[in-house]
Nanobody, 125 residues
């Protein structure tokens, strides 16, 4: 089965930056979409950003467009999420995920079964 390992979460002030990484193993990295969802208290799990690891097609939630950038390091089987201009509303547990779906469907967590353990991002005012 697919194994995912997130890193890079932490605490920053408003306007700061964090870089999240998700390393994968157990499958052919280039044949899957990978990306990030987040879950804040009182909210459902929502798509943040996704990428087709072999083609470059991407998805971004409207709330993060222009601030977050997702990319792939194929040599390291790793997906990277660069988060800039962070806001308090970005505070959430961020989960890496993989799926065979079209990356355009990354707004919907339903049906995804391959999840990382999550990494906490906290943005203070």
């Amino acid at each position: 089965r697919v194994r995912l390992e997130e890193s890079g979460g932490g605490s920053v002030q408003t306007g700061g930056s964090l870089t999240l990484s998700c390393g994968s193993s157990g499958y052919s990295f280039s044949r899957f979409c990978m990306g990030w969802f987040r879950e804040a208290p009182g909210k459902g799990r929502e798509g943040v950003a996704g990428i087709f690891t072999n083609g470059g097609a991407t998805y971004y939630a409207d709330s993060v467009k222009g601030r977050f950038t997702i990319s792939v390091d194929n040599g390291a089987n790793t997906v990277i999420l660069q988060m800039n201009s962070l806001k308090p509303e970005d505070t959430a547990m961020y989960y890496c995920a993989t799926d065979r779906r079209n990356v355009g469907a990354w707004n919907n967590p339903d049906g995804i079964v391959n999840w990382g353990q999550g990494t906490q991002v906290t943005v203070s005012s």
